[in-house]
């Protein structure tokens, strides 16, 4: 089972219902609202199926429903450098 973390140099502004996250030192900054804000609190070095049960709780969907959203959103933050998968 797959977990993710935010990886090591990157910046991150938490702004009420924005997240700001960036590798430093030259960006680019990379700007998540709704969903995405959602899913990058939750990332915590879990694995996949932990951070969609949490999104799932507050979202108000059933996991299954959200699962490959979840997995291909932090896929594509793994491929910009902004999380690592292990």
Known sequence: MS???IAAHIG????ETEVYAA??????????????ALIWREIAGDGLDA???R??????????EIRD???AFLTGLAA???VVEV
Do not use: C, N
């Open 55 to 64: 999104v799932a709780d507050v979202d108000g969907r059933a996991p299954d």
């Open 51 to 53: 951070i969609v049960e």
């Open 23 to 36: 590798p430093l030192p030259d960006g680019p900054i990379v700007i998540l609202r709704d969903a995405a």
């Open 12 to 15: 991150v502004e938490d702004i």
């Open 3 to 5: 977990s993710f973390r």
């Open 80 to 82: 910009q450098g902004l």
């Open 69 to 71: 959203d979840v997995r």
